[in-house]
């Protein structure tokens, strides 16, 4: 039966029995006295009778049709909550039969489907567990409140702990320090998606002694927390010592009987009379340039070796300004021999920076010396120190506009024994040592060139905080 048909039929007998009650009430209160007593009273029970039957049919009809309905809701709330085995019972007309079977089907779908996604939910969790496991980096997941979510064996070997008992851990707990913690709080707080900050961290003494390397890196989705990714350069920073201390012996030890062979040829060019065009002239010119360049060379090295090594500088507060003023008046002479144009274009409201004085003179004389090279007669370059208030930073540059540096040269520019252009240098170690100087300074230092055109080394410094200016 459709659903109309029986809402019709419904109020139909509703009407009927109701009217044919009110018709028994009319004859008894139109007759009264005159049909009997008995039939009186027979009229009166039977027009109750009529009109309690027309409302019971009403009232059992809503049930019939609202009944199928609270029952579907009832199932949806269940498989909302995750139940899906509950069905929903057959309907005494055809719309809610229909609707029961349409959700039936629907319940059992949604079954399956929630069958399979967590089938699919576990297979990429252990592989997840396998990828997590098989990487060659500790990784360490912490949560909001920077404990211990997940750890890999390797990241359990790299600290030494069991990782099946680590979770729920806090890094300081487990290691016996009082700053990671709160450094990963910090990196979580400030989190910037794709952004990685590290800290070095020191476990062990002398052969079991491990050096690792943890970055941070925050989750980009809703729910805050980060990763940990723990690289052992314990092996790597070894040899980068061994390396470099065999580097500044080396070169510390070669340094003397250079020095040695080159007065030795300053002497013998001084007392051999050789004629001005002689091969024997150009023989002992060439000795003394490559017993001088490779002197260079060694001094290069162990000045390498020295910063890289960690040696001492003497640190002042002075004028970024004025070292840029004496740099320029040093290479006046050279620049107007070769007929290239020196400009200036410094701030005056440069504040003063903490600095080492001779180191940083150094990188502006290896930039200055370098543009000027590769500038031909009637070029310019241009020594520029200005201010980036956006980015708190103050911006010295040298610009030329020389021959430039192919692009695919540039990306290797500040590698050691890298030259370019068409008059090399030195050895290749002047730009290596002036990046190894300005971010020692907390700096960094971006070339910029477009070949044939123009040149641009532009070294930023940070500005002093106002807690440290004060």
């Given at each position: 039966m459709r659903l109309k048909h029986a809402m019709l039929l419904s109020h139909g007998l509703f009407l009927a029995l109701a009217v044919a009650g009110i018709l028994a009430f009319l004859i008894v209160m139109t007759h009264y006295g005159n049909l009997g007593r008995p039939?009186?009273?027979?009229?009166?029970?039977?027009?109750?009778?009529?009109?309690?039957?027309?409302?019971?049919?009403?009232?059992?009809?809503?049930?019939?049709?609202?009944?199928?309905?609270?029952?579907?809701?009832?199932?949806?709330?269940?498989?909302?909550?995750?139940?899906?085995?509950?069905?929903?019972?057959?309907?005494?007309?055809?719309?809610g039969t229909t609707l029961a079977a349409s959700f039936n089907d629907m319940a059992e779908a949604l079954g399956v489907f929630h069958a399979a996604d967590v089938t699919r939910l576990l297979s990429e969790q252990?592989?997840?567990?396998?990828?997590?496991?098989?990487?060659?980096?500790?990784?360490?997941?912490?949560?909001?409140?920077?404990?211990?979510?997940?750890?890999?064996?390797?990241?359990?070997?790299?600290?030494?702990?069991?990782?099946?008992?680590?979770?729920?851990?806090?890094?300081?707990?487990?290691?016996?320090?009082?700053?990671?913690?709160?450094?990963?709080?910090?990196?979580?707080?400030?989190?910037?998606?794709?952004?990685?900050?590290?800290?070095?961290?020191h476990l062990g003494e002398g052969l079991y002694g491990r050096e690792l390397s943890c970055s941070f890196a925050p989750f980009a989705d809703a729910r805050p927390g980060l990763v940990l990714v723990v690289h052992d350069v314990t092996a790597e920073r070894r040899v980068a010592r061994e390396r470099n201390d065999f580097v500044m012996r080396a070169s510390h030890e070669l340094r003397t009987p250079l020095t040695g062979m080159r007065m030795a040829a300053d002497l013998l060019a001084e007392r051999a009379h050789f004629a001005p065009e002689s091969r024997e002239a150009d023989l002992m010119q060439t000795l003394r340039e490559e017993t001088t360049r490779l002197t260079g060379l060694l001094q290069s090295l162990l000045d390498l070796s020295r910063l890289r090594g960690g040696a001492s500088s003497t640190i002042e507060l002075c004028s970024p300004g004025k070292i840029l003023r004496q740099a320029l008046r040093r290479f006046a002479a050279r620049a107007q021999t070769l007929d290239v144009e020196l400009r200036e274009e410094i701030a005056d409201d440069l504040p003063e920076l903490l600095l080492d004085i001779n180191e940083c003179a150094r990188v502006i004389d290896n930039l200055i010396?370098?543009?000027?090279?590769?500038?031909?007669?009637?070029?310019?370059?241009?020594?520029?120190?200005?201010?980036?208030?956006?980015?708190?930073?103050?911006?010295?540059?040298?610009?030329?506009?020389?021959?430039?540096?192919?692009?695919?040269?540039?990306?290797?520019?500040?590698?050691?024994?890298?030259?370019?252009?068409?008059?090399?240098?030195?050895?290749?170690?002047?730009?290596?040592?002036?990046?190894?100087?300005?971010?020692r300074h907390g700096g960094r230092v971006e070339a910029q060139s477009q070949p044939g055109i123009d040149t641009r080394f532009c070294i930023r410094m940070p500005l002093p905080s106002s807690e440290s200016a004060t």
């Open positions: 039939r009186e009273l027979l009229l009166w029970v039977s027009g109750g009778l009529l009109i309690f039957a027309g409302i019971w049919s009403t009232f059992e009809l809503a049930n019939s049709i609202s009944r199928p309905l609270e029952h579907i809701a009832g199932a949806s709330r269940a498989i909302a909550s995750g139940r899906f085995d509950v069905r929903a019972s057959r309907a005494r007309y055809h719309e252990r592989r997840n567990e396998a990828v997590l496991d098989s990487i060659d980096d500790g990784i360490v997941i912490l949560d909001e409140d920077a404990r211990i979510e997940r750890m890999n064996p390797v990241a359990a070997r790299q600290f030494g702990v069991d990782p099946a008992n680590v979770v729920g851990y806090r890094l300081d707990a487990l290691l016996g320090r009082d700053d990671f913690d709160t450094y990963a709080r910090q990196c979580i707080e400030q989190q910037h998606p794709g952004q990685r900050k590290s800290l070095e961290l010396d370098n543009a000027l090279r590769h500038t031909p007669p009637g070029g310019r370059v241009t020594v520029s120190a200005q201010l980036d208030h956006e980015n708190d930073e103050m911006e010295i540059s040298v610009a030329d506009n020389g021959e430039g540096i192919a692009p695919q040269q540039l990306e290797r520019i500040f590698e050691p024994f890298v030259q370019v252009g068409s008059k090399p240098g030195g050895a290749g170690l002047g730009l290596t040592l002036c990046r190894e100087i300005v971010e």
